[in-house]
């Protein structure tokens, strides 16, 4: 084994480089991941099940049956962490809720198939908000994940799990999903990089459904080549999924290497304004300074309607999530209450003491706006919203490559500071919320830090299937900074 290098800090090109080389196996570096985790879990509470024993399997079956180097894919043989709303047909997909707290899928979902596909081992599930409704991971029924650079801050949410994991160094990469910002929020709160793809680029069979016309599944990882490798392995049609996009999947990963020279983009006027803290803004801005000295021209732009995205997104998901989670009844799987006198008596106690408070709020919420009279006062003015707001990014986009704004308003906050008030956890998500109504791609990654040491997101958006624009953008910015590589201070079970 490398006594001289820490396994657990690598990314994923740097392990598959070492790996070619036989400077390390595949066991040796996931047994050095497990190790870090029985070190921080205690703290971080990253993950909801660890499959130690699995990993440490597939690893050695990964070194025992490897390609040769020059054919060996980058993923061969690399510890990563799913979310627990990804099926996986030897571990338990919970969802972090009571209601699905013993239930094993009889299947895996499509991305969990393409990664074992390209050799890669699964170490675990990540914890996150139940059924990926929340914005801090403290909706879980489990635990509450705590952020690794200040565990007394939150990770972001709803793939708080999967972000705090890659940021403690307890997985390579992981993936996670992202319905109104579940994924790019908690990387910027935990100083990683994620990509949420265009709606239908990655399969969602075998994604837990919250609302369907929203949901799509990411990665996060340390730097934004890592994410443009765990993107190509996942993406692609897949018959299983109606919405999946016929569409070929380009080298992501190769195409890193353009650059940003010539390239134009916009900067999102309403995400500077208002409500945005100060050191979110100034970090913004000199992002924008480092892209325009790497030979980008940036511009101001304007979204008019993306003010109406946040009470739009909170209409349309929970009626969506209202639908979804009608399955769950406590009949065919998951939690099923004891002792009800009648079947209608046994589905209220068994969603109730299943379903935490947050899944309930929104079950209601969804329920009311799509009840009859109330249909065309919210839902269906909602979808007109988004339609809006699909416009409005069609007519940014007309002179402009891709878009710059903040990842979220704000750095983390501390744990329990806005659990009683959802509004204002609701608008955590202010600026991530409108790229989903539209479907499109959207790259976070570190630009900063507050005065306290806490990171802070970069949002870089682009046309639909546009992925490699702001992965390229992405990559130069990382060449050009060194905020993707700091790393959070030692945890208490390092001291």
Sequence with gaps: MNENKDLTNLTLVAFAEGYR???WSSEEVTAAVLERIGKVEPTVNAYVTVDAEGALAAAREADRNAPDPEERPILWGAPLALKDNLCTRDLPTTCSSRILENFRPPYDATVV???RDSGAVILGKTNMDEFAMGSSTENSAFKTTRNPWDTGMIPGGSSGGSAAAVAAGECLAALGSDTGGSIRQPAACCGVTALKPTYGLVSRYGLVAFASSLDQIGPLAGTVEDCAVLLEAVAGNDHRDSTSAPVEVPGYHALLAGGVEGMKFGILREHLGEGVDPAVRESVERAVKTLTSLGAEGREISLPHSKYAVAAYYILATAEASSNLARYDGVRYGYRADGAGDLSEHYLRTR???FGAEVKRRIMLGTYVLSSGYYDAYYRKAQQVRTLIGRDFTEAF???E???GPTAPTAAFPIGEKADDPLQMYLSDVFTISV???GL????LPCGFTPKGLPLGLQL???????????RAGHAFQGATDYHLRRPPRLPAES
């Design 398 to 400: 007309d002179g402009v």
């Design 441 to 444: 791609p959207a790259l976070a």
């Design 113 to 115: 198939l393409r990664l």
């Design 436 to 438: 989903n109504l539209a």
């Design 21 to 23: 080389r036989g400077e």
């Design 461 to 471: 958006i682009a046309a639909p299937f546009r992925e490699e624009t702001i992965l």
């Design 402 to 404: 891709f878009l710059v």
């Design 352 to 354: 109730r003491e299943g």
